[in-house]
């Protein structure tokens, strides 16, 4: 394995991302939160899940302290102008058959605006802990790709209406009882782990599983 650091400058701002390169046809794009880094456990496993199957990734580091003083609709757009740029020069530089994406928390946001583009209709989308705002939860409702929504019902963004609406899609959602923002069980460390593992399994048959014929 390589690991390639690389970067591009999206509206003067330096976007750096991390290539984990095992000269495969498949990528998968990890998108953090704001707070939820590569190295916390949803994206570590999923990590070792996909370079356990050859698959290469790529962590792009999009947040920056900047978003912070937008107003929610610049930073949504700022967002995803970022990931986008990422997106793009990977996949116009690399020849990629199968392309992936697993986001969480803040990262569902420009994750879900991808939804639309026409070069990504066949690529699977992984929302952990989505924000279910209006306009994400729209985005998700009228997609048609292959993936996984899982968030707690403890998780501060978590709304029944919002899922209901979800569910026009065609992504498998999971909710799970009691799991907050972080998909823990409060400060119960058997119940959580056990969620963790639940939770990697369904990635792992969203991600790996043939799509129905």
Known sequence: MHIEQSSIVVDQTTI???????????????LSGASYLYDH???????MALLA?????????YVTEELFSMTDAESNACMTRRV?????????????????????????IPLAALLAKP????????FLTPVLEAEVVDQIATS???GLLVIGTADKFYDEAALETCRTS???IDVIEGANHSLDQGFEVDPSLAVLGHVVRQIEASLFEPLPK
């Open 119 to 126: 070069n990504l209709q066949t690529a699977r989308f992984v």
């Open 84 to 108: 986008d740029a990422v997106v793009s020069e990977v996949l116009a530089t690399h020849t990629y058959e199968n392309v992936q994406f697993i986001a969480k928390s803040l990262g569902t």
């Open 53 to 61: 199957r050859g698959i290469d990734v790529i962590c792009i580091h």
């Open 144 to 146: 048609s790709q292959a």
């Open 41 to 47: 456990p949803y994206f570590y496993y999923s990590r």
């Open 16 to 30: 750096s991302y991390d290539h984990f390169q095992m000269g495969s046809k498949q990528v998968c794009f990890l």
């Open 170 to 172: 065609q992504l498998t």
